[in-house]
Protein backbone atom coordinates (compact mmCIF):
# COMPACT_ATOMS: atom_id res chain seq x y z
CA UNK A 1 0.00 0.00 0.00
CA UNK A 2 1.24 3.25 -0.76
CA UNK A 3 0.27 6.39 1.55
CA UNK A 4 1.34 10.40 1.53
CA UNK A 5 0.00 13.27 3.55
CA UNK A 6 -0.81 16.44 3.13
CA UNK A 7 -1.99 19.76 5.66
CA UNK A 8 -5.16 21.40 5.28
CA UNK A 9 -7.11 23.30 8.46
CA UNK A 10 -10.46 22.99 9.64
CA UNK A 11 -12.33 26.34 11.24
CA UNK A 12 -14.42 25.98 13.83
CA UNK A 13 -15.51 29.99 14.20
CA UNK A 14 -12.20 31.93 13.98
CA UNK A 15 -10.41 28.65 15.81
CA UNK A 16 -8.48 26.59 13.56
CA UNK A 17 -7.44 22.85 14.13
CA UNK A 18 -4.68 21.54 11.14
CA UNK A 19 -6.25 18.59 9.17
CA UNK A 20 -3.84 15.82 8.21
CA UNK A 21 -5.66 15.03 4.89
CA UNK A 22 -4.26 11.00 4.16
CA UNK A 23 -4.25 9.43 0.87
CA UNK A 24 -3.66 5.44 0.59
CA UNK A 25 -3.72 3.47 -2.87
CA UNK A 26 -4.95 -0.23 -2.01
CA UNK A 27 -6.09 -3.43 -4.27
CA UNK A 28 -9.35 -3.20 -5.17
CA UNK A 29 -11.64 -1.60 -7.37
CA UNK A 30 -10.91 1.77 -9.35
CA UNK A 31 -13.26 3.73 -6.72
CA UNK A 32 -12.37 7.39 -4.73
CA UNK A 33 -13.41 6.69 -0.53
CA UNK A 34 -13.51 10.39 1.35
CA UNK A 35 -13.72 9.28 4.94
CA UNK A 36 -13.37 11.77 8.17
CA UNK A 37 -16.70 13.21 8.74
CA UNK A 38 -16.88 15.66 5.67
CA UNK A 39 -20.13 18.10 4.77
CA UNK A 40 -21.62 17.85 1.82
CA UNK A 41 -19.26 20.22 0.31
CA UNK A 42 -16.50 18.46 1.06
CA UNK A 43 -17.76 14.97 0.32
CA UNK A 44 -18.11 16.17 -3.12
CA UNK A 45 -14.60 17.20 -3.33
CA UNK A 46 -13.30 13.68 -4.47
CA UNK A 47 -15.77 14.31 -7.79
CA UNK A 48 -14.39 17.76 -8.41
CA UNK A 49 -10.75 17.05 -7.65
CA UNK A 50 -10.44 14.19 -9.85
CA UNK A 51 -12.17 16.38 -13.06
CA UNK A 52 -9.83 18.63 -12.35
CA UNK A 53 -6.82 16.63 -11.82
CA UNK A 54 -8.05 15.32 -15.36
CA UNK A 55 -8.79 18.75 -16.51
CA UNK A 56 -4.83 19.97 -15.62
CA UNK A 57 -3.29 16.77 -18.10
CA UNK A 58 -2.54 14.52 -15.07
CA UNK A 59 -3.29 10.86 -14.69
CA UNK A 60 -5.82 10.14 -11.59
CA UNK A 61 -5.19 6.35 -10.33
CA UNK A 62 -7.04 3.88 -11.39
CA UNK A 63 -7.16 1.62 -8.40
CA UNK A 64 -8.98 1.61 -4.65
CA UNK A 65 -7.74 5.07 -3.40
CA UNK A 66 -9.11 5.54 0.07
CA UNK A 67 -8.66 9.54 1.36
CA UNK A 68 -8.42 10.20 5.37
CA UNK A 69 -9.14 13.38 7.03
CA UNK A 70 -7.79 13.34 10.70
CA UNK A 71 -8.87 13.70 13.36
CA UNK A 72 -12.18 11.63 11.96
CA UNK A 73 -13.81 12.74 14.73
CA UNK A 74 -13.72 17.10 14.30
CA UNK A 75 -16.57 18.03 11.86
CA UNK A 76 -15.02 19.42 8.38
CA UNK A 77 -16.89 21.57 5.82
CA UNK A 78 -15.80 23.93 3.03
CA UNK A 79 -13.94 23.74 0.02
CA UNK A 80 -10.70 24.59 0.57
CA UNK A 81 -9.35 21.09 1.22
CA UNK A 82 -9.27 20.45 -2.14
CA UNK A 83 -5.85 21.37 -2.79
CA UNK A 84 -4.12 19.46 0.06
CA UNK A 85 -6.40 16.54 -1.69
CA UNK A 86 -5.10 16.55 -4.64
CA UNK A 87 -1.24 16.84 -2.89
CA UNK A 88 -1.63 13.70 -0.91
CA UNK A 89 -3.08 12.14 -4.48
CA UNK A 90 0.00 13.28 -6.92
CA UNK A 91 2.05 12.18 -3.68
CA UNK A 92 0.87 9.16 -2.74
CA UNK A 93 1.26 8.04 -6.95
CA UNK A 94 4.42 9.16 -7.03
CA UNK A 95 4.05 12.06 -9.35
CA UNK A 96 5.62 14.32 -7.02
CA UNK A 97 7.84 14.11 -4.20
CA UNK A 98 6.26 13.37 -0.60
CA UNK A 99 8.20 15.86 1.43
CA UNK A 100 6.75 19.52 0.23
CA UNK A 101 3.30 18.70 0.60
CA UNK A 102 3.66 16.26 4.19
CA UNK A 103 5.03 19.72 5.68
CA UNK A 104 2.89 22.56 3.96
CA UNK A 105 -0.71 23.70 5.00
CA UNK A 106 -2.45 23.99 1.52
CA UNK A 107 -5.86 26.02 1.12
CA UNK A 108 -7.60 26.32 -1.77
CA UNK A 109 -10.89 25.30 -4.09
CA UNK A 110 -10.16 23.78 -7.46
CA UNK A 111 -12.42 24.01 -10.78
CA UNK A 112 -12.62 21.55 -13.42
CA UNK A 113 -9.97 22.96 -15.37
CA UNK A 114 -7.80 22.92 -13.17
CA UNK A 115 -7.57 26.39 -11.61
CA UNK A 116 -7.09 27.62 -8.12
CA UNK A 117 -9.67 29.90 -6.33
CA UNK A 118 -10.19 31.93 -3.69
CA UNK A 119 -11.78 30.52 -0.22
CA UNK A 120 -12.28 32.40 3.11
CA UNK A 121 -10.70 31.95 6.44
CA UNK A 122 -7.80 32.21 5.06
CA UNK A 123 -6.45 34.65 7.65
CA UNK A 124 -6.89 32.24 10.96
CA UNK A 125 -6.26 29.46 8.73
CA UNK A 126 -2.74 30.45 8.84
CA UNK A 127 -2.44 31.55 12.41
CA UNK A 128 -3.80 27.87 13.47
CA UNK A 129 -1.13 26.71 11.27
CA UNK A 130 1.66 28.44 12.46
CA UNK A 131 0.64 27.85 16.31
CA UNK A 132 0.82 24.17 15.44
CA UNK A 133 4.66 24.63 13.99
CA UNK A 134 4.16 24.17 10.26
CA UNK A 135 6.11 26.49 8.65
CA UNK A 136 5.28 26.53 5.29
CA UNK A 137 1.72 27.05 3.00
CA UNK A 138 0.64 26.80 0.21
CA UNK A 139 -2.59 29.33 -1.32
CA UNK A 140 -4.36 30.60 -4.59
CA UNK A 141 -2.02 33.00 -5.72
CA UNK A 142 -4.97 36.01 -5.72
CA UNK A 143 -4.66 35.69 -1.75
CA UNK A 144 -1.09 35.85 -1.01
CA UNK A 145 -1.07 38.89 0.56
CA UNK A 146 -3.85 37.59 3.15
CA UNK A 147 -1.83 35.01 3.80
CA UNK A 148 1.45 37.10 4.25
CA UNK A 149 -0.29 39.15 6.69
CA UNK A 150 1.08 35.89 9.03
CA UNK A 151 4.43 36.40 10.07
CA UNK A 152 6.31 33.26 10.25
CA UNK A 153 4.82 31.44 7.57
CA UNK A 154 6.43 31.18 4.07
CA UNK A 155 4.15 31.47 1.56
CA UNK A 156 3.72 30.08 -1.87
CA UNK A 157 1.12 30.94 -4.21
CA UNK A 158 -0.47 28.66 -7.15
CA UNK A 159 -2.48 29.89 -9.82
CA UNK A 160 -3.72 26.44 -11.18
CA UNK A 161 -2.52 22.58 -11.13
CA UNK A 162 0.73 23.09 -13.05
CA UNK A 163 1.64 25.85 -10.45
CA UNK A 164 1.02 23.15 -7.76
CA UNK A 165 3.30 20.62 -9.18
CA UNK A 166 6.08 22.54 -9.69
CA UNK A 167 5.83 23.79 -5.91
CA UNK A 168 5.83 20.43 -4.93
CA UNK A 169 9.10 19.91 -6.42
CA UNK A 170 10.62 22.89 -4.63
CA UNK A 171 10.65 24.81 -8.20
CA UNK A 172 7.84 27.94 -6.74
CA UNK A 173 6.81 29.81 -9.54
CA UNK A 174 5.29 32.87 -7.29
CA UNK A 175 5.77 33.80 -3.82
CA UNK A 176 5.25 36.94 -3.71
CA UNK A 177 2.06 39.18 -3.61
CA UNK A 178 1.24 40.95 -6.45
CA UNK A 179 1.31 45.24 -6.05
CA UNK A 180 -1.65 46.28 -4.57
CA UNK A 181 -3.48 48.29 -6.94
CA UNK A 182 -4.32 51.88 -5.59
CA UNK A 183 -7.18 52.32 -3.65
CA UNK A 184 -8.62 55.90 -3.15
CA UNK A 185 -9.09 56.42 0.50
CA UNK A 186 -13.02 56.19 1.86
CA UNK A 187 -13.65 59.77 3.32
CA UNK A 188 -15.28 59.18 6.80
CA UNK A 189 -17.99 61.10 7.31
CA UNK A 190 -17.14 64.74 10.01
CA UNK A 191 -18.84 65.55 13.03
CA UNK A 192 -18.43 69.09 11.50
CA UNK A 193 -21.25 68.14 9.11
CA UNK A 194 -23.81 67.97 12.06
CA UNK A 195 -24.56 71.51 12.96
CA UNK A 196 -26.38 72.22 16.70
CA UNK A 197 -26.94 69.45 18.48
CA UNK A 198 -24.46 69.74 21.59
CA UNK A 199 -25.93 67.70 23.76
CA UNK A 200 -25.45 64.57 21.46
CA UNK A 201 -21.87 65.36 20.00
CA UNK A 202 -20.98 65.83 23.35
CA UNK A 203 -22.39 62.31 24.35
CA UNK A 204 -20.97 60.41 21.30
CA UNK A 205 -17.60 62.00 22.30
CA UNK A 206 -18.13 60.25 25.80
CA UNK A 207 -19.36 57.20 24.40
CA UNK A 208 -16.29 56.88 22.16
CA UNK A 209 -13.96 58.10 24.94
CA UNK A 210 -14.94 54.94 27.24
CA UNK A 211 -16.54 52.55 24.29
CA UNK A 212 -20.08 53.01 25.88
CA UNK A 213 -22.88 51.98 24.36
CA UNK A 214 -25.43 54.82 23.28
CA UNK A 215 -29.53 55.55 22.21
CA UNK A 216 -30.52 58.15 20.09
CA UNK A 217 -34.35 58.81 20.43
CA UNK A 218 -36.64 61.68 18.87
CA UNK A 219 -38.08 63.14 16.26
CA UNK A 220 -37.41 62.35 12.38
CA UNK A 221 -34.92 64.44 10.82
CA UNK A 222 -32.99 65.55 14.07
CA UNK A 223 -29.16 64.42 12.98
CA UNK A 224 -29.47 60.75 15.06
CA UNK A 225 -28.37 58.31 11.69
CA UNK A 226 -25.90 61.42 11.32
CA UNK A 227 -24.31 61.01 14.44
CA UNK A 228 -24.21 57.35 14.71
CA UNK A 229 -22.26 57.42 11.60
CA UNK A 230 -19.70 59.28 12.44
CA UNK A 231 -18.63 57.38 15.89
CA UNK A 232 -16.43 55.33 13.92
CA UNK A 233 -14.61 58.42 13.36
CA UNK A 234 -13.95 59.83 16.33
CA UNK A 235 -12.65 56.33 17.51
CA UNK A 236 -8.64 55.07 17.66
CA UNK A 237 -6.80 53.31 14.87
CA UNK A 238 -6.57 49.21 16.06
CA UNK A 239 -3.18 47.89 17.50
CA UNK A 240 -1.94 45.08 16.25
CA UNK A 241 -3.46 42.76 18.23
CA UNK A 242 -6.50 43.89 17.80
CA UNK A 243 -6.53 44.18 14.14
CA UNK A 244 -5.18 40.76 13.53
CA UNK A 245 -8.24 39.76 16.09
CA UNK A 246 -10.83 41.36 13.50
CA UNK A 247 -9.21 40.65 10.14
CA UNK A 248 -9.30 37.48 11.16
CA UNK A 249 -13.20 37.28 11.51
CA UNK A 250 -13.57 39.41 7.77
CA UNK A 251 -11.31 36.89 6.60
CA UNK A 252 -13.67 34.82 7.43
CA UNK A 253 -16.69 36.38 5.89
CA UNK A 254 -14.91 36.28 2.70
CA UNK A 255 -13.66 39.98 2.82
CA UNK A 256 -10.86 40.69 0.57
CA UNK A 257 -7.53 41.76 3.40
CA UNK A 258 -4.98 42.07 0.25
CA UNK A 259 -4.69 45.46 0.92
CA UNK A 260 -3.88 44.39 4.39
CA UNK A 261 -4.60 44.10 8.42
CA UNK A 262 -8.23 45.76 9.15
CA UNK A 263 -7.31 49.10 10.87
CA UNK A 264 -9.82 51.49 11.18
CA UNK A 265 -12.50 50.46 13.50
CA UNK A 266 -15.64 48.15 11.61
CA UNK A 267 -19.10 49.60 11.23
CA UNK A 268 -22.05 47.88 10.94
CA UNK A 269 -25.58 48.97 10.00
CA UNK A 270 -27.77 45.82 9.20
CA UNK A 271 -31.41 46.39 8.01
CA UNK A 272 -34.40 45.90 10.19
CA UNK A 273 -35.59 43.09 8.72
CA UNK A 274 -32.49 41.40 9.39
CA UNK A 275 -32.76 37.68 11.08
CA UNK A 276 -31.44 36.46 13.84
CA UNK A 277 -28.53 34.50 12.04
CA UNK A 278 -27.94 37.66 10.35
CA UNK A 279 -27.05 39.75 13.08
CA UNK A 280 -25.55 37.39 15.39
CA UNK A 281 -24.39 34.71 13.87
CA UNK A 282 -25.79 31.45 12.31
CA UNK A 283 -25.70 28.58 9.57
CA UNK A 284 -26.36 24.89 9.14
CA UNK A 285 -23.73 22.55 10.24
CA UNK A 286 -21.03 25.45 11.81
CA UNK A 287 -22.23 29.11 12.50
CA UNK A 288 -21.15 31.72 10.29
CA UNK A 289 -20.16 35.30 11.97
CA UNK A 290 -23.26 37.57 12.14
CA UNK A 291 -22.80 41.25 12.32
CA UNK A 292 -22.00 41.82 16.20
CA UNK A 293 -18.83 39.90 14.99
CA UNK A 294 -18.10 42.08 12.07
CA UNK A 295 -18.51 44.80 14.33
CA UNK A 296 -16.05 43.26 16.85
CA UNK A 297 -13.85 46.35 18.39
CA UNK A 298 -15.94 48.43 16.08
CA UNK A 299 -19.63 49.97 15.94
CA UNK A 300 -22.75 48.24 15.41
CA UNK A 301 -25.43 50.49 14.30
CA UNK A 302 -29.30 49.78 14.20
CA UNK A 303 -31.57 52.18 12.72
CA UNK A 304 -35.21 52.32 13.63
CA UNK A 305 -34.49 50.02 16.91
CA UNK A 306 -38.13 49.26 17.11
CA UNK A 307 -38.48 47.73 13.85
CA UNK A 308 -36.04 44.93 14.75
CA UNK A 309 -37.55 42.06 15.51
CA UNK A 310 -37.69 41.47 19.09
CA UNK A 311 -35.88 38.37 19.25
CA UNK A 312 -32.67 40.19 17.28
CA UNK A 313 -33.12 42.89 19.92
CA UNK A 314 -33.05 40.18 22.94
CA UNK A 315 -30.45 37.97 21.48
CA UNK A 316 -28.35 41.09 21.47
CA UNK A 317 -28.27 40.57 25.36
CA UNK A 318 -25.67 38.08 26.17
CA UNK A 319 -23.05 39.92 23.79
CA UNK A 320 -23.39 43.66 25.27
CA UNK A 321 -22.42 42.27 29.16
CA UNK A 322 -20.18 39.53 27.84
CA UNK A 323 -17.99 40.94 24.57
CA UNK A 324 -18.35 37.35 22.66
CA UNK A 325 -21.44 35.32 21.05
CA UNK A 326 -21.82 31.56 21.79
CA UNK A 327 -23.86 29.60 18.81
CA UNK A 328 -24.58 26.03 19.68
CA UNK A 329 -25.10 23.60 16.81
CA UNK A 330 -25.72 20.22 15.79
CA UNK A 331 -21.53 19.70 14.66
CA UNK A 332 -20.00 22.22 16.62
CA UNK A 333 -20.68 24.95 19.73
CA UNK A 334 -18.44 28.03 17.67
CA UNK A 335 -17.85 31.31 19.79
CA UNK A 336 -17.11 34.28 17.65
CA UNK A 337 -15.63 37.66 19.94
CA UNK A 338 -18.59 40.30 20.00
CA UNK A 339 -16.84 43.67 21.52
CA UNK A 340 -18.64 45.93 19.59
CA UNK A 341 -20.31 49.44 20.59
CA UNK A 342 -24.28 49.48 20.04
CA UNK A 343 -25.57 52.69 19.11
CA UNK A 344 -29.25 52.52 18.55
CA UNK A 345 -31.67 55.39 16.85
CA UNK A 346 -35.35 55.74 17.43
CA UNK A 347 -38.29 57.27 16.67
CA UNK A 348 -40.56 58.11 19.56
CA UNK A 349 -43.56 56.69 17.47
CA UNK A 350 -44.62 55.15 14.78
CA UNK A 351 -45.26 58.77 13.11
CA UNK A 352 -42.27 59.98 14.92
CA UNK A 353 -43.87 63.27 16.49
CA UNK A 354 -45.13 61.91 19.66
CA UNK A 355 -43.92 64.62 21.98
CA UNK A 356 -42.87 67.35 19.33
CA UNK A 357 -43.64 70.57 20.25
CA UNK A 358 -45.83 72.30 17.32
CA UNK A 359 -46.34 68.53 15.57
CA UNK A 360 -49.41 66.89 15.71
CA UNK A 361 -48.78 62.89 16.42
CA UNK A 362 -51.47 60.57 14.52
CA UNK A 363 -51.12 57.72 17.06
CA UNK A 364 -52.96 56.84 19.89
CA UNK A 365 -51.84 56.18 23.13
CA UNK A 366 -51.67 52.11 23.08
CA UNK A 367 -49.79 52.82 19.77
CA UNK A 368 -47.37 55.24 21.55
CA UNK A 369 -46.67 52.50 24.21
CA UNK A 370 -46.64 49.41 22.27
CA UNK A 371 -44.14 51.16 19.84
CA UNK A 372 -42.26 52.11 23.04
CA UNK A 373 -42.15 48.48 24.31
CA UNK A 374 -40.75 46.80 21.42
CA UNK A 375 -37.53 47.71 22.56
CA UNK A 376 -37.56 45.99 26.20
CA UNK A 377 -36.68 47.23 29.21
CA UNK A 378 -33.41 44.48 29.70
CA UNK A 379 -31.99 45.91 26.45
CA UNK A 380 -32.50 49.48 27.07
CA UNK A 381 -30.93 49.16 30.98
CA UNK A 382 -28.12 47.28 28.91
CA UNK A 383 -27.37 50.90 27.02
CA UNK A 384 -24.81 53.11 28.83
CA UNK A 385 -25.59 56.70 27.74
CA UNK A 386 -29.33 57.89 26.83
CA UNK A 387 -29.97 60.95 24.64
CA UNK A 388 -33.07 62.83 23.48
CA UNK A 389 -32.18 64.25 20.13
CA UNK A 390 -34.41 67.33 19.13
CA UNK A 391 -35.51 69.70 16.78
CA UNK A 392 -34.10 73.11 18.82
CA UNK A 393 -31.01 75.15 17.39
CA UNK A 394 -32.13 73.83 13.75
CA UNK A 395 -31.54 78.24 12.85
CA UNK A 396 -28.02 77.26 12.02
CA UNK A 397 -29.48 75.22 9.66
CA UNK A 398 -30.40 78.33 7.40
CA UNK A 399 -28.14 79.30 4.35
CA UNK A 400 -25.32 81.60 6.27
CA UNK A 401 -21.30 81.35 4.80
CA UNK A 402 -20.70 83.09 8.19
CA UNK A 403 -22.25 80.67 10.70
CA UNK A 404 -19.64 78.58 12.73
CA UNK A 405 -19.32 74.65 12.33
CA UNK A 406 -18.96 72.60 14.90
CA UNK A 407 -15.54 70.83 15.77
CA UNK A 408 -14.16 68.14 12.93
CA UNK A 409 -14.07 64.51 13.88
CA UNK A 410 -10.13 65.17 14.36
CA UNK A 411 -10.51 67.38 16.91
CA UNK A 412 -12.41 64.71 18.52
CA UNK A 413 -10.85 62.34 18.47
CA UNK A 414 -7.63 63.55 19.70
CA UNK A 415 -9.77 63.92 23.13
CA UNK A 416 -10.85 60.52 23.04
CA UNK A 417 -7.22 59.15 22.28
CA UNK A 418 -5.77 61.12 25.45
CA UNK A 419 -8.63 59.86 27.71
CA UNK A 420 -8.26 56.34 26.36
CA UNK A 421 -4.41 56.72 27.58
CA UNK A 422 -5.77 57.68 30.70
CA UNK A 423 -7.58 54.73 31.41
CA UNK A 424 -5.21 52.36 30.03
CA UNK A 425 -2.62 53.81 32.68
CA UNK A 426 -5.16 53.44 35.68
CA UNK A 427 -6.29 49.99 34.48
CA UNK A 428 -2.74 48.87 34.12
CA UNK A 429 -2.43 45.28 35.63
CA UNK A 430 -6.02 44.35 34.76
CA UNK A 431 -7.34 42.70 31.89
CA UNK A 432 -9.11 45.67 31.12
CA UNK A 433 -8.51 48.65 28.52
CA UNK A 434 -11.70 50.75 28.61
CA UNK A 435 -14.12 52.22 31.01
CA UNK A 436 -16.96 50.04 29.94
CA UNK A 437 -15.29 46.83 30.18
CA UNK A 438 -14.70 47.45 33.98
CA UNK A 439 -17.28 45.20 36.11
CA UNK A 440 -19.23 46.80 39.07
CA UNK A 441 -16.45 45.00 41.74
CA UNK A 442 -13.71 46.89 40.75
CA UNK A 443 -15.87 49.86 40.18
CA UNK A 444 -16.39 49.47 43.70
CA UNK A 445 -13.24 50.11 44.91
CA UNK A 446 -13.58 53.65 43.72
CA UNK A 447 -16.61 54.76 44.68
CA UNK A 448 -17.03 58.50 44.18
CA UNK A 449 -16.27 61.29 47.16
CA UNK A 450 -19.73 61.00 49.89
CA UNK A 451 -20.90 64.31 48.67
CA UNK A 452 -21.70 62.56 45.19
CA UNK A 453 -22.47 58.56 46.70
CA UNK A 454 -25.65 60.55 47.98
CA UNK A 455 -27.04 61.22 44.15
CA UNK A 456 -26.56 57.39 43.39
CA UNK A 457 -28.88 56.47 46.56
CA UNK A 458 -31.22 58.86 46.11
CA UNK A 459 -31.95 57.54 42.28
CA UNK A 460 -31.61 54.23 43.77
CA UNK A 461 -34.46 54.16 46.63
CA UNK A 462 -36.53 56.63 44.04
CA UNK A 463 -36.34 53.69 41.47
CA UNK A 464 -34.74 55.84 38.76
CA UNK A 465 -31.79 52.95 38.21
CA UNK A 466 -31.01 49.55 38.41
CA UNK A 467 -28.34 47.70 40.46
CA UNK A 468 -26.49 47.73 37.08
CA UNK A 469 -27.05 51.36 36.52
CA UNK A 470 -25.36 52.35 39.18
CA UNK A 471 -22.14 50.53 37.55
CA UNK A 472 -23.01 52.23 34.57
CA UNK A 473 -23.27 55.60 35.87
CA UNK A 474 -20.00 55.49 37.43
CA UNK A 475 -18.03 54.05 34.16
CA UNK A 476 -19.77 57.22 32.21
CA UNK A 477 -18.50 59.24 35.66
CA UNK A 478 -14.92 58.29 34.93
CA UNK A 479 -14.76 58.60 31.03
CA UNK A 480 -15.55 62.14 31.87
CA UNK A 481 -13.69 62.42 34.17
CA UNK A 482 -10.34 61.24 31.59
CA UNK A 483 -11.95 63.71 29.23
CA UNK A 484 -11.75 66.57 31.22
CA UNK A 485 -8.66 65.66 33.10
CA UNK A 486 -9.86 64.65 36.40
CA UNK A 487 -7.82 61.82 38.43
CA UNK A 488 -10.57 61.06 40.51
CA UNK A 489 -14.45 61.36 39.44
CA UNK A 490 -15.99 64.97 40.95
CA UNK A 491 -19.42 65.36 41.89
CA UNK A 492 -19.76 67.38 38.68
CA UNK A 493 -18.52 64.21 36.64
CA UNK A 494 -21.22 62.29 38.68
CA UNK A 495 -23.84 64.69 38.10
CA UNK A 496 -23.06 64.97 33.89
CA UNK A 497 -23.20 61.04 33.81
CA UNK A 498 -26.68 60.99 35.77
CA UNK A 499 -27.83 62.85 33.03
CA UNK A 500 -26.35 60.61 30.24
CA UNK A 501 -27.88 57.92 31.85
CA UNK A 502 -31.13 59.46 32.88
CA UNK A 503 -32.34 60.87 29.74
CA UNK A 504 -33.80 57.86 28.84
CA UNK A 505 -37.09 58.08 29.95
CA UNK A 506 -38.45 57.10 26.36
CA UNK A 507 -41.81 57.32 25.73
CA UNK A 508 -42.66 56.43 29.92
CA UNK A 509 -39.84 53.21 29.80
CA UNK A 510 -37.64 53.91 32.78
CA UNK A 511 -34.14 53.48 31.48
Same mark, same amino acid.
Given at each position: MSTASAWSVALIG???????VEAALGSGLPRTVLVGLPDAALYEARDRCRAAVAGAGLPWPDRLLTINLTPASLPKAGSHYDLAIVAAVLACSELVPRAVASSSVLLGELGLDG??????? *? &????????? $????? @?I? %??? /???????????????????????? *? &????????? $????? @??? %??? /????ADVLGQEQARWALEVAAGGGHHIFFHGPPGTGKTMLAQRLPGLLPSLDDERA????????????DLAGGLVRRPPFADPHHNATVAAVVGGGARVAR?????????????LDEAPEFSPRVLDALRTPLE???????RSAATVTYPARFQLVLAANPCPCGTYGTPGAECRCTPMAVRRYAQRLSGPVLDRIDIHVRVTGEGTARLAPNPGAQQG?????????????????????????????AHVPGSHLR??????????????????????ARGIDKILRIAWTIADLVGHDRILRDDLTAAMGLRRDGAWAGVAA
Amino acid at each position: MSTASAWSVALIGVRGTPVEVEAALGSGLPRTVLVGLPDAALYEARDRCRAAVAGAGLPWPDRLLTINLTPASLPKAGSHYDLAIVAAVLACSELVPRAVASSSVLLGELGLDGRVRAVRG *V &LPALVAARS $AGIER @AIV %PAE /QIGEAELVTGVTVWGVRDLADLVE *V &LHGRPTLNE $AAPPA @AVE %PVA /QPDLADVLGQEQARWALEVAAGGGHHIFFHGPPGTGKTMLAQRLPGLLPSLDDERALEVSAIHSLAGEDLAGGLVRRPPFADPHHNATVAAVVGGGARVARPGAVSLAHWGVLFLDEAPEFSPRVLDALRTPLESGRITIARSAATVTYPARFQLVLAANPCPCGTYGTPGAECRCTPMAVRRYAQRLSGPVLDRIDIHVRVTGEGTARLAPNPGAQQGEESARVRERVVEARARQRERLAGTPWTLNAHVPGSHLRHRLPPAQGAELIDHALARGLISARGIDKILRIAWTIADLVGHDRILRDDLTAAMGLRRDGAWAGVAA
